[in-house]
Nanobody, 120 residues
């Protein structure tokens, strides 16, 4: 069964940095895309960044210039480097992947989420 495991969340002061990682495993044939979403309390989940197989990326305007997404295909892992963090970056960050897996075909998968808290 495919699963995504995130790590790297925590608490940091405004202006600081964090690096999130997400590793996919379980019957994977290929990964079409991997990305990050976040959700603040009382708000809808929003796209932060995404990277597709052909290395095409998109970044939300709110984090452009501060966050960088990258992928290690050999490890089925995606990273989110977050710099110059702001209070409004606080939320639960979720990894999402579009994966072709054995016996299932192509589906979207979500990680369990990792809390990121920015303080002044």
């Amino acid at each position: 069964q495919v699963q995504l495991v995130e790590s790297g969340g925590g608490s940091v002061q405004a202006g600081g940095s964090l690096r999130l990682s997400c590793a996919a495993s379980g019957g994977i044939i290929s990964i079409r895309a991997m990305g990050w979403y976040r959700q603040a309390p009382g708000k809808q989940r929003e796209l932060v960044a995404n990277i597709r197989y052909g290395t095409s990326t998109n970044i939300a305007d709110s984090v452009k210039g501060r966050f960088t997404i990258s992928r290690d295909n050999a490890k089925n892992t995606v990273y989110l480097q977050m710099n110059s963090l702001k209070l409004e970056d606080t939320g639960v960050y979720y990894c999402k992947a579009e994966i072709r897996a054995s016996l299932v075909g192509i589906q979207d998968y979500w990680g369990q989420g990792t809390q990121v808290t920015i303080s002044s």
